[in-house]
């Protein structure tokens, strides 16, 4: 009784990993030191780039003020980008998810909208805007077909799965009532998934504000095209301003989405919005951000 | 019996109050406001729009034999590249991004600095865009995949880190109690009481993250960053668009076989 309190010793570890956990630990880090040998990785380049990374940082700051007319200039556009993108993408993937939902719709209806979906998705925003430069030339036009694709990709696919998943005893109710096709979208479809759209839109419209920055790099618009040209001739207290400018335009658009899903979803009145930030980000997959 | 205590309701039903009209139509006038401004004035050049199905035509007609002799050599290796980068990056940023998402949750670091700070660097890692992550590598390590790779993991840690802290602060606080009040230490309560519980999140953070790295890595190399998009730009900039075929099929499959795995990997882990 004298020594209750000291632990049994014993061999094992409770709870000890299985072989197999242990194996695949041990194959992570030999892959990783492998990969990082493959890759260039090494001891002389990391301290090179310890050195230039101060120097790098030195000369981002302070940013410089001089030339805030081209600033504006590409901030202007990669608005217009996003704003008309998210349009177009919000517009056209109405109808096709609509069509694509297997529940309302014959199997030749939905099998090709889920082909276009499919597609849109299928390659990143900017490789679109690649081949949509080389269609319509430079160009904000180009950013804006891009991420219209990229946008029919994203809220195509998720609001064809909000419609999937609606309750079909309201349809048939409304279809009882003799309501026409329309009217059974409209009155029983509808009011069903309009939250989780509105979710998916403002999201998507969040994520064209960040991608429209981007699609610049390819020549397809906006300020990335200043950005990248920026870096290529080291105006590096230009790109910090450049950079701030845009993390500053993706949290005014975050607070824009958030009252949006506040007021149409949660019908907030004015002081609602100025009392409380009401958070609604269930309906948000965490894809890219 | 009691009618004098009825407070007087409307008689008309209305769906909303006039605040909150007020507030719906002020949301409906900015929208619309934007749109118009934004097609008003963005910059549209006709003459490009009009023979765009003639370019496109003669793009995928320059396209069309897809040059599959060249996937040899070069292209290959750029490829293997890419997929070393992306798994790379995920494992350098699930390191990085573990100790800020266990200081991110407020029940595991009661302490509102650090959860705001680790916050801010969460935050300030995914409001940069990848590609803006390759390019600042750049400048530091130079051009090629330690960039990209140092990019991918930067980019993911805002990503890993936020659904890890929100994985944490969901995990119930029953075993955590138990163990800490036999005298645990706050390693064996991390062990024992709150890997358990995530696990099932961590993998499928970690997996979920690995898919889209797979997908960005290949563009990572437009701005000289390493991988397949370096293949991509210099076919591109020779006007090889047969080879520009090759690497997009290229890309294409790897983000199909990426899903695949992620699906599988998925059932066995979870």
């Known amino acids: 009784m004298a020594n209750v309190g000291a632990p049994a010793k014993t061999d094992s570890v409770p709870f000890a990993l299985s072989w197999k956990a242990r194996a695949g630990g041990i194959l992570v880090v030999i892959y990783a030191i492998y990969a990082s040998t493959q890759l260039g990785f090494s001891w002389s380049r990391f301290q090179s780039g310890i050195d230039l990374g101060a120097r790098f940082l030195s000369r981002l700051f302070p940013p410089s003020i001089e030339r805030l007319d081209v600033l504006w200039q590409g901030i202007a556009e990669s608005l217009e980008i996003a704003v008309l993108a998210s349009t177009l993408g919000i517009l056209l993937s109405l109808p096709i998810s609509l069509l694509g939902a297997r529940n309302l719709m014959p199997a030749w209806a939905t099998w090709p909208s889920r082909a276009i979906v499919a597609l849109c998705r299928a390659l990143h925003p900017v490789i679109v805007a690649i081949i949509f430069v080389k269609a319509v030339g430079f160009g904000a036009l180009a950013g804006v077909l891009a991420l219209t694709v990229a946008s029919i990709g994203f809220i195509g696919k998720l609001f064809t799965e909000a419609i999937e998943e609606i309750s079909l005893k309201q349809v048939e109710a409304v279809r009882a009532s003799g309501a026409s096709f329309a009217n059974v979208i409209v009155f029983a479809v509808m009011p069903q998934v309009f939250a989780r759209f509105v979710g998916f839109s403002t999201y998507q419209l969040d994520s064209n504000l960040r991608n429209s920055t981007m699609v610049g790099i390819v020549g397809a618009g906006g300020i990335g095209g200043t950005l990248f040209s920026a870096f290529q001739r080291f105006d590096y207290d230009f790109v910090c301003t450049i950079l701030l400018t845009i993390i500053a335009i993706i949290m005014a658009g975050e607070i824009l989405a958030r009252m949006v899903r506040a007021i149409l979803l949660d019908n907030a009145s004015i002081s609602d919005l100025l009392r409380r930030k009401p958070q609604r980000l269930k309906d948000e997959p965490g894809e890219d951000a | ?270």
């Open chain 2, 1 to 270: 019996m009691n009618s004098h205590s009825l407070p007087s309701y409307p008689t008309q039903w209305t769906r909303y109050s006039s605040g909150q009209r007020l507030l719906r139509f002020a949301l409906y006038l900015l929208f619309i406001a934007a749109i118009v401004q934004s097609a008003r004035t963005v910059d549209v050049i006709p003459e490009f729009l009009y023979d765009a199905p003639e370019q496109m035509a003669d793009l995928l007609h320059r396209m069309w034999p897809i040059d599959w002799a060249s996937f040899q050599g070069d292209i290959s290796r750029a490829l293997i590249e890419t997929l070393h980068m992306a798994t790379l990056g995920t494992l350098l940023s699930v390191v990085l991004a573990v100790p800020v998402g266990l200081l991110a949750a407020n029940n595991l670091t009661p302490n509102r600095g650090l959860n705001m700070l680790a916050r801010f660097i969460l935050v300030s890692s995914r409001s940069i865009n990848s590609l803006v992550w390759a390019l600042l590598f750049i400048a530091i390590f130079g051009p090629g995949a330690v960039a990209g790779t140092m990019a991918i993991a930067f980019r993911s840690i805002g990503f890993v880190g936020k659904l890890l802290g929100e994985a944490i602060e969901e995990a119930q606080p029953g075993p955590v109690e138990a163990l800490t009040a036999t005298g645990a230490s706050l390693s064996s309560v991390i062990q024992y009481g709150y890997w358990p519980q995530i696990r099932p999140a961590f993998w499928s953070i970690v997996l979920l993250r690995w898919d889209i790295n797979v997908r960005e890595s290949a563009v990572l190399g437009l701005v000289g960053a390493g991988g397949i998009g370096m293949a991509l730009n210099s076919a591109m900039d020779l006007f090889q668009w047969d080879r520009v075929a090759l690497i997009l099929v290229l890309i294409f499959a790897i983000v199909i076989l990426a899903e695949i795995i992620i699906t599988r990997s998925r059932r066995h882990l979870l």
